[in-house]
Nanobody, 122 residues
Framework: QVQLVESGGGLVQAGGSLRLSCAAS????????MGWFRQAPGKEREFVAI????????YYADSVKGRFTISRDNAKNTVYLQMNSLKPEDTAVYYC???????????????WGQGTQVTVSS
C-alpha cells in the first residue's frame, strides 16, 4: 500500500517556475515507478512525466519536454516535478501516481494522490 500527498502548487505568471513534491508513505516506495499526470477542466487526465524506481530513467510528454524535470529521492520517499517556463496551457490539477510497471496511461496506475492545483496566468 502506498499513500501519496502532493504539494507545491499555486498561482504563477507565464514564464515562471514551480516545484511540485509528492510525499509517499509505505516501505516499498522505492520499488515503484512514479508518474506525474495533469487534468485541466473538461479534459481527460494526461501523462506528464515518469521516473523509474531507480531514478535512472525518465520520460516526458512532448508538451513539457525541455521545461519540466522529474526526479525522486528514495531516501525521503519523495518524487519531484520541477516546472520551468510555465505556460497558461500548463494550468491543471497535477497528480502523482505509483505503478509497479513502466506505464504511460493513467488507468494503469495503482495509487494516486489527491492532486495540487497549478494555475499559470498570462
Amino acid at each position: 500500500q502506498v499513500q501519496l500527498v502532493e504539494s507545491g502548487g499555486g498561482l504563477v505568471q507565464a514564464g515562471g517556475s514551480l516545484r511540485l513534491s509528492c510525499a509517499a508513505s509505505g516501505r516499498t516506495f522505492s520499488s515503484y515507478t512514479m508518474g506525474w499526470f495533469r487534468q485541466a477542466p473538461g479534459k481527460e487526465r494526461e501523462f506528464v512525466a515518469i521516473v523509474r524506481w531507480s531514478g535512472g530513467n525518465t520520460y516526458y510528454a512532448d508538451s513539457v519536454k525541455g521545461r519540466f524535470t522529474i526526479s525522486r529521492d528514495n531516501a525521503k520517499n519523495t518524487v519531484y516535478l520541477q516546472m520551468n517556463s510555465l505556460k497558461p496551457e500548463d494550468t491543471a490539477v497535477y497528480y502523482c501516481a505509483a505503478s509497479r510497471l513502466w506505464r504511460l496511461s493513467y488507468y494503469e496506475y495503482d495509487y494516486w494522490g489527491q492532486g495540487t492545483q497549478v494555475t499559470v496566468s498570462s
